[in-house]
T-cell receptor, first 114, second 112 residues
Framework: AQSVTQLDSQVPVFEEAPVELRCNYS??????LFWYVQYPNQGLQLLLK??????LVKGINGFEAEFNKSQTSFHLRKPSVHISDTAEYFC????????????FGQGTRLTINP | NAGVTQTPKFQVLKTGQSMTLQCAQD?????MSWYRQDPGMGLRLIHY???????DQGEVPNGYNVSRSTTEDFPLRLLSAAPSQTSVYFC???????????FGSGTRLTVV
């Protein structure tokens, strides 16, 4: 079974500053990794995913994430955030066979201050 | 192309009542899932389906039933509502393994 830990429940940053949202996972088998964003009162939207290949994955809205197998991490980064990035961000994992069964982290609330 | 449509958006039930949360997708996706979202707990999988006629339990299936008679629809039934089922429910669909899910906008359910 897989598990996901998002190390920060809340991250406040100033507009135009860089941000990193941390995600660690646990699994005994190879995994797929995902980041989703949830804007207030909306469903989740896929930001990016790692399936295989290059460990640096680029997604929508200028976000990117790096898969680190030795540290079992998949941290999300953006070099310069905007007010519109205020949202909750979820890291998720699935094993290659049960990819329809996503296991989510607890979420990180990103707040952008002007 | 509507994506994943959930109805209703809001619902208040009394303890012991039953109801069905509707979910429909128009993307011809084989995989569909139901999640519940509770504060500080992320999303937890209730039930999922890998195609019409095929369903299985997720992490928190107790008190919920599903069926999948068509590719498009995946309703979630609450058999006898309890206050512990107060939550936001999300339906999601995916084309294939690793494709990433498309989520509906959610149903906010309150059981009193």
């Amino acid at each position: 079974a897989q598990s996901v830990t998002q190390l920060d429940s809340q991250v406040p940053v100033f507009e135009e500053a860089p941000v990193e949202l941390r995600c660690n996972y646990s699994s005994s088998v190879s995994v797929y990794l995902f980041w989703y964003v949830q804007y207030p009162n909306q469903g989740l939207q896929l930001l990016l995913k790692y399936l295989s290949g290059s460990t640096l994955v680029k997604g929508i809205n200028g976000f990117e994430a790096e898969f680190n197998k030795s540290q079992t991490s998949f941290h999300l980064r953006k070099p310069s955030v905007h007010i519109s990035d205020t949202a909750e961000y979820f890291c998720a994992v699935s094993d290659l066979q049960g990819a329809q069964k996503l296991v989510f982290g607890q979420g990180t609330r990103l707040t952008i201050n002007p | 192309n509507a994506g994943v449509t959930q109805t209703p958006k809001f619902q208040v039930l009394k303890t012991g009542q039953s109801m069905t949360l509707q979910c429909a997708q128009d993307m011809n996706h084989e995989y569909m899932s139901w999640y519940r979202q509770d504060p500080g707990m992320g999303l937890r999988l209730i039930h999922y389906s890998v195609g019409a006629g095929i369903t299985d339990q997720g992490e928190v299936p107790n008190g919920y039933n599903v069926s999948r008679s068509t590719t498009e629809d995946f309703p979630l039934r609450l058999l006898s509502a309890a206050p512990s089922q107060t939550s936001v429910y999300f339906c999601a669909s995916s084309y294939n393994q690793g494709g990433g899910y498309t989520f509906g906008s959610g149903t906010r359910l309150t059981v009193v």
